[in-house]
């Protein structure tokens, strides 16, 4: 079985060298030369970016020179803050258009900066818990996540905001104590993993053997089913689920304001839209 990514198709138009787990880097896409627009989503929307990229360019083909982040949207704050993203050897000092986030870290944002002149909520998402697919070490629920010998992927919420929401959904599965069984207790013993890049790693780490469960955006785990991967899904009841809303802004200091606009009506009309359905992505 192949488990190295990338997972999506790579664009073809060039030289390919691809080294998996060497050279490889699934979450930077396209023109980053003179690019028409710039674009920094939040990370667990990987899965759309080429569907959704290949969608605007239909609708506006005057851009074809696009080039879209797709890291932890801490990572991106950070990078919009300090100028530049550094990745082993190679710098990049690019300012985006578009910075796409939870509601409530652009709300923050927003108040604390001021850094955009427009907002747009587009899409939610809902919680699930990644399994290996047959489900051998019988994950029920969120409070089986706080079992000695089970291994947990979980992001890391000072970088994720989905973390905050999965601590959210432990006090409501079970307290407190679950909260603190998972993320103090068995961070300090090695068996909760905190990742960096939790869409990427989690998958990774299940098929690996390296962790047995990992709770995500539902999302996650249907994308991982539709390209083949061994990975099943864990439903969290409604009464302690969590709902996230992710909202698109452009930036004040966008290069392509014009593009900029363009894109946020493209990402709220029918033909954006349609492209988050086909993944499996809740309406508003």
């Known amino acids: 079985m192949k488990i ?3 997972w999506l198709q ?6 390919q060298f691809t080294v998996p787990e060497v050279n490889n880097v699934p979450d930077l896409h396209g023109d ?7 674009i920094f989503l939040n990370g667990n929307q990987f899965m ?3 569907d959704l990229i290949s969608a605007f360019q239909k609708e506006h083909p005057e851009y074809q020179r696009i080039y879209c982040e797709t890291l932890p949207p801490g990572i991106l704050a950070g990078q919009i803050e300090t100028g530049a993203l550094v990745m082993g050897n190679l710098r990049i000092a690019i300012k985006p258009d578009i910075f796409t986030a939870g509601e409530k870290r652009i709300g923050q944002i927003d ?5 955009f002149f427009r907002t747009e909520p587009y899409v939610r998402n809902e919680l699930g818990i990644m399994v290996y697919t047959g489900n051998p070490c019988h994950i029920t629920g969120l409070p089986d996540l706080g ?3 089970i291994r947990v992927s979980m992001p890391d919420p000072r970088h994720e905001g989905i973390g905050t929401l999965i601590i959210r959904a432990y006090h409501g599965a079970g307290g407190e104590e679950l909260a603190d069984a998972v993320m103090e207790e068995k961070v300090e013993q090695g068996s909760t993993f905190l990742t960096r890049i939790h869409h990427r790693e989690t998958p990774l780490r299940i098929m690996k053997n390296q962790s047995d469960a990992g709770p995500v955006w539902r999302t996650e785990v249907l994308f991982q089913q539709r390209i083949g991967n061994p990975i099943g899904m864990v439903e969290i009841p409604p009464e302690q689920n969590q709902t996230g809303t992710y909202v698109a802004a452009a930036l004040k ?5 014009l593009a900029a606009e363009k894109f946020l009506d493209f990402l709220t009309g029918p033909r954006g839209q349609a492209v988050y359905r ?7």
């Open 4 to 6: 190295d990514l990338p």
């Open 10 to 15: 790579p664009p073809q138009d060039g030289w």
């Open 32 to 38: 980053i030369i003179d690019p028409q627009l710039v």
């Open 48 to 50: 759309v970016t080429h």
């Open 111 to 115: 108040r604390e900066k001021g850094w």
């Open 147 to 149: 079992r000695e010998e």
């Open 253 to 257: 200091s966008a290069p392509h304001r």
């Open 278 to 284: 086909d993944y499996g992505f809740p309406p508003l």
